[in-house]
């Protein structure tokens, strides 16, 4: 069982920045690809970001590439989102995830554990 603690949300203007941080206890944290997600008041939950169990490949929901960078340090079981140039449709909870089953990395389905959710607000 992999436990997720997210810790970094908080509200910024937009063209702002902040950066989130996933940590991760319980399991073999380098095992697991990982994904960023986010949920806004009345929207569905959406894939942010992904990386892969090395950190060597990343992926991105068009609407945030170029202005969000995933990244992990394995030595210290964590995953970090970068994230610049904030807009105010970036508002949203955002929770991490680990990846336990194949697929299209953006599919929540494939990712069996959770966190409990950052709250980000970006002011316009």
């Known amino acids: 069982q992999v436990q997720l603690v997210e810790s970094g949300g908080g509200l910024v203007q937009a063209g702002g920045s902040l950066s989130l941080c996933c940590a991760a206890?319980?399991?073999?944290?380098?095992?697991?690809?990982m994904g960023w997600f986010r949920q806004a008041p009345g929207k569905e939950r959406e894939f942010v970001a992904g990386v892969s169990r090395s950190g060597g490949s990343t992926f991105y929901a068009d609407s945030v590439k170029g202005r969000f960078t995933i990244s992990r340090d394995n030595a210290k079981n964590t995953v970090y989102l970068q994230m610049n140039s904030l807009k105010p449709e970036d508002t949203a909870v955002y929770y991490c995830a680990a990846r336990t089953t194949a697929g299209y990395i953006s599919d929540y389905s494939t990712y069996a554990y959770w966190g409990q959710g950052t709250q980000v607000t970006v002011s316009s």
């Open positions: 206890s319980g399991g073999t944290f380098s095992t697991y690809a």
